[in-house]
């Protein structure tokens, strides 16, 4: 398998925006580490031996439950421990493990940030494949400025998966990615920008970046914790129109 290239990101905080609760929550992370670049076709087909067109381009078409799979394959490639559990397409993620992952929101946002408050690291244009150049699928990873971090791609090319549930009170298991896409305007490629969808859902835009770092209290980690997913995921009332029903 080609190298799974990972940056070492220092401790830091970071400040995360959600539009719908109009709150802003401040987050202390830990050292992590992350992908230099998304995951690329080339790696996706080593560790999954599936087939590949385009080694260099980001892996895409990609569900969040097939990203988790892919961490936890990469792991025992590389004789890591697993850091995702499976009980059907239930999901858990055990924080005390050192494999590859899928980085936390909070992660991604201050990965990506590199040091800016602004909604781009550099010149959208210098730093992201979007709708502005015109092409009609994912570039070859690197193509693009990287940011103070010495990462590429975190903006445009493709959505990268995170960990995080999107709002679960409004639309259940719906996990985050981050980024933009190639097919995205300026508005959609920005820091800050959440969109999500559910563990089955792919698009030819959306594919992931790893990360890795461990932690040492269960079940939280990196601005995420599953007590706050059960807290959000509260609704009293009837559900507001257009929302998407919760699971029984």
Not at 16 to 31: F, G, I, Q
Not at 40 to 45: H, K, P, V, W
Request: proline fraction near 7%.
């Amino acid at each position: 398998m080609s190298d799974l290239e990972l940056a070492r990101i220092h401790a830091g905080v970071v400040t995360l925006t959600d539009a719908r609760r109009k709150e802003h929550r401040v987050v202390e992370l830990e050292p992590f580490e992350i992908g230099v670049y998304p995951v690329t076709e080339e790696q996706l087909a080593d560790v999954l031996d599936v087939p590949m067109r385009h080694p260099r381009r980001p892996a895409s078409d990609l569900s969040w439950l097939r990203a988790v799979h892919f961490c936890n394959a990469a792991s025992e490639w590389e004789g890591l421990d697993r850091v995702y559990l499976f009980d059907g397409e239930d999901v858990s993620w055990d924080t005390t493990a050192d494999g590859y992952r899928l980085p936390t929101e909070a992660e991604w946002e201050f990965a990506c940030r590199a040091g800016s408050a602004g909604p781009h690291y550099a010149p959208l244009a210098d730093a992201a494949w979007t709708s502005a150049d015109g092409v009609p699928t994912p570039q070859d990873v690197g193509g693009k400025l990287p940011n103070l971090n010495g990462l590429f791609d975190t903006l445009g090319n493709v959505w990268e998966w995170c960990w995080d549930l999107l709002d679960p009170a409004r639309y259940d298991d719906y996990r985050v990615f981050r980024g933009g896409g190639f097919a995205d305007d300026a508005w959609s490629v920005r820091a800050s920008v959440r969109r999500g969808g559910a563990p089955r859902m792919h698009h030819e835009d959306v594919g992931l970046r790893l990360a890795r770092g461990a932690f040492d209290i269960p079940g939280e980690a990196q601005g995420w914790s599953a007590q706050g997913d059960r807290e959000r995921a509260v609704q009293d009332g009837p559900l507001p129109s257009g929302w998407t029903p919760r699971r029984q």
